[in-house]
């Protein structure tokens, strides 16, 4: 079964540095998202991306994040300056259409360590 | 603003026994419910989706129901196993005109435990 993949499974970097998170969504999917996961918190929604522009984002998605379909399988989350607070879980995930039964399907995760 | 709040946030149960996990969300105006599973250092499964205009949705030994007026949404795991120790998450698409939101809002999770 086709599956969402994340690389790398962990990542660690120093504060200030730039991180690139990358994900291959599913090939057929047209729609793709960016959550994280503070450790023991809830599962917050940063941004959407469809055709490739950024259709929705949250107060967490400020300028130091940026998303970019680089070709047609990557889909990136670049956080420019990373802050100790950034430390958290980032899952991508992808849909395939709008449709109310469409889900999204996520991939395993990237835990992103700033020390 | 959307909340949605899950109880009980960890529950342990004996194998065998049926239990049921509760979700509540603020705002009925919602285009579909989720309940997703999340093993330790994992990603997120999809278990059962519900659109707005449905009342329950089964899979196996999961049944998941949607009140969409009173804001709730409960999963019943009948005849619990090991094998189902996760933690379970609820998750609200909201419906917003002309297009529906593409965000998922979540909840904290219930972290179950089924001990053999």
């Known amino acids: 079964e086709p599956e969402v993949t994340q690389t790398p499974s962990h990542q660690v970097t120093q504060m200030g540095q730039e991180v690139i998170l990358r994900c291959v969504p599913i090939s057929n999917h047209l729609y793709f998202y960016w959550y994280r996961q503070i450790l023991g918190q809830k599962v917050e929604f940063l941004v959407s991306?469809?055709?490739?522009?950024?259709?929705?984002k949250s107060e967490i998605f400020d300028d130091q994040f940026s998303v970019e379909r680089p070709d047609g399988s990557n889909f990136t989350l670049k956080i420019r300056s990373t802050k100790l607070e950034d430390s958290a879980m980032y899952f991508c995930?992808?849909?395939?259409?709008?449709?109310?039964?469409?889900?999204?399907?996520f991939g395993p995760g990237t835990r992103l360590t700033v020390l | 603003k959307q909340e949605v709040t899950q109880i009980p946030a960890a529950l342990s149960v004996p194998e065998g026994e049926n239990l049921v996990l509760n979700c509540s969300f603020t705002?009925?105006?919602?285009?579909?419910l989720q309940w997703f599973r999340q093993d330790p250092g994992k990603g997120l499964t999809s278990l059962l989706l519900?659109?707005?205009?449905?009342r329950e949705q089964t899979s196996g030994r999961l049944n998941a129901s949607l009140d969409k007026s009173s804001g709730r949404s409960t999963l019943y795991i009948a005849a619990s196993q090991p094998g189902d120790s996760a933690t379970y998450l609820c998750a609200v698409r909201p419906d917003i005109y002309p297009n529906s939101g593409y965000a998922l809002n979540f909840g904290k999770g219930t972290s179950l435990l089924v001990t053999p």
């Open positions: 995930a992808s849909k395939k259409g709008r449709g109310i039964t469409d889900t999204q399907y």
């Open positions: 519900i659109q707005s205009s449905q």
């Open positions: 705002d009925s105006a919602i285009y579909n």
């Open positions: 991306f469809y055709n490739n522009e950024i259709s929705e």
